[in-house]
């Protein structure tokens, strides 16, 4: 790896003056014309500076933000929506300039920062794909020799030569990242561009970005989606509030981010607190150091405050209503910090208004995008209760592993139920009932959601020429 960084960061801040109407603008001209006018007369001067500012406040997007990033790094930036991930990006691209501080970069830069950014609306897709090129230092001859693999890559078909502003979502982002990519940039930046795209195109896109990684390409990349970010990025930083509030190994840095989402109020007010010694992002800093000291213990599963945000989506109750949703240990300690590969039981209380026949009892554990990863029943669908009567009060208790991966989780509760007409309908059902978090753990050797290994062998028995033992 060289020793120069692609990327240089140094003390940027970016802020926006916000008027407080219209007219403060004309009047704070005014003002600050007399201040030049008497600035021979201290006290008048001050007078009219102090009246100046009430004209305005000054919103900062970003506070003294330093990263570097050497060829062949990938560093992902998270943070939520006006945490200032935009605004750094586009400092960094120099499509912004910063209002204190220094972006400096080396080689050639390829960037999608917006949905369609860079093209022309009224030009074809292949008139668009010439005119990116030229802008990022190619000329016609070179480009004539990717275009093939631009084509190829986006694969829009004839409307390559239809105007882009009769393309899709999807097809912009497509026709976009073949260009930024085809050019072998020295340093890509994407922001958030993929989640437009298919799923299909996604998983393209990812292989495209690790063949770039692997020629030595850095990427800056911005996205939510927290798998993503394991998966691509050496690095993270966590944006709170325009600040730096920590770095690390992504792992550790999407455990922050869920904490600064789904967290308390003062959970999120000590993630949103800078650090006293704000160290640069780099490859030799030391990454854990800025939130090892909030870890807990990997081994020990706890309850702490998580905000939900009056999340639960509870369905109309049709005879029956489901309450108290938690979560407990084998011991019955409550807790929502969970270990892998502890035993847990999810648990929820019913109360039946009217007489039901048929029932089961169930829940699903998914995603905060949606995504269910599992799911559990109380009973087969030709094993059910058959008949609850009205008044009756019960506890379910669904009793579980963890071999979730670090991250954050949520519960849904369900009751089903089948009518006279034999029609299955939900008695209650909620949506988003119970949230709760598995805890980091620094050395975890597997990206993914769910850890179904039970055991793992290795046979070095062997034998090294022959042929290999049959399978039966």
Not at 32 to 39: C, D, G, H, N, V
Not at 330 to 344: F, K, P
Not at 359 to 371: D, E, H, N, Y
């Amino acid at each position: 790896m060289s020793d120069s960084p692609v990327v240089e960061v140094k003390g940027v801040s970016k802020f926006y003056r916000i008027w407080e109407s219209p007219a403060a603008r004309i009047q704070w001209a005014l003002v600050e014309s007399l201040t030049r006018i008497t600035a021979g007369k201290e006290r008048v001067a001050e007078r009219l500076e102090a009246k100046a500012a009430h004209y305005y406040r000054d919103f900062y997007a970003l506070q003294d933000v330093s990263l570097r990033l050497f060829p062949g790094e990938s560093l992902g930036i998270m943070g939520r929506n006006g945490s200032g991930k935009s605004t750094l990006l586009q400092i960094i691209a120099g499509t912004l300039r910063p209002t204190s501080g220094t972006a400096q970069t080396r080689g050639r830069i390829g960037a999608l920062l917006e949905l369609g950014s860079g093209f022309n609306p009224d030009f074809t897709g292949l008139e668009n794909v010439y005119l990116n090129a030229a802008l990022l230092g190619l000329n016609r001859k070179q480009t004539d020799a990717k275009l093939d693999q631009i084509l190829d890559f986006a694969d829009i078909g004839d409307f390559i030569d239809q105007p882009v502003k009769t393309y899709s979502s999807g097809m912009v982002v497509r026709l976009g990242f073949a260009v930024q990519t085809a050019v072998d940039p020295e340093v890509l930046i994407v922001d958030e561009a993929l989640a437009v795209g298919d799923e299909s195109f996604q998983r393209k896109c990812f292989r495209r970005l690790d063949i770039l990684k692997k020629t030595g390409t850095s990427l800056l990349f911005v996205s939510h989606a927290a798998p993503q970010v394991v998966e691509l990025c050496d690095h993270a930083i966590l944006l709170v509030k325009g600040r730096v509030s920590c770095v690390g190994k992504p792992k550790l840095v999407v455990n922050e981010y869920h904490r600064q989402i789904y967290g308390a109020s003062d959970s999120r007010a000590e993630i949103a607190r800078p650090e006293t010694s704000n160290p640069e992002p780099t490859a030799t800093a030391n990454w854990e150091t800025t939130v090892s000291n909030r870890t807990k213990p990997e081994d020990d599963s706890y309850f702490a405050d998580l905000k939900n945000d009056g999340a639960i989506h509870a369905y109309e109750p049709a005879g029956a209503e489901i309450s108290c949703p938690w979560i407990e240990t084998e011991a019955g300690r409550n807790v929502n910090h969970l270990t892998r590969g502890h035993t847990y039981a999810y648990n929820y209380f019913v109360t039946f208004k009217s007489t039901l026949t048929q029932v089961r009892f169930g829940a699903s554990i998914k995603l905060p995008t949606g995504l269910e990863l599992a799911g559990m029943a109380s009973h087969r669908s030709h094993e059910r209760i058959a008949e609850v009567a009205a008044g009756t009060r019960c506890r379910v208790r669904f009793k579980f592993v963890c071999r979730l991966l670090p991250g954050a989780y949520f519960l849904n509760a369900g009751i089903l139920c089948i009518d006279g007409e034999g029609k299955e309908f939900f008695a209650h059902r909620l949506v988003d009932a119970c949230y709760f978090r598995v805890n980091f753990e620094p050395d975890l050797p597997v990206n993914a959601t769910v850890d179904l290994l039970d055991s793992v062998e290795v046979d070095f028995s062997i034998p090294a020429s022959g042929s290999l033992p049959r399978i039966a």
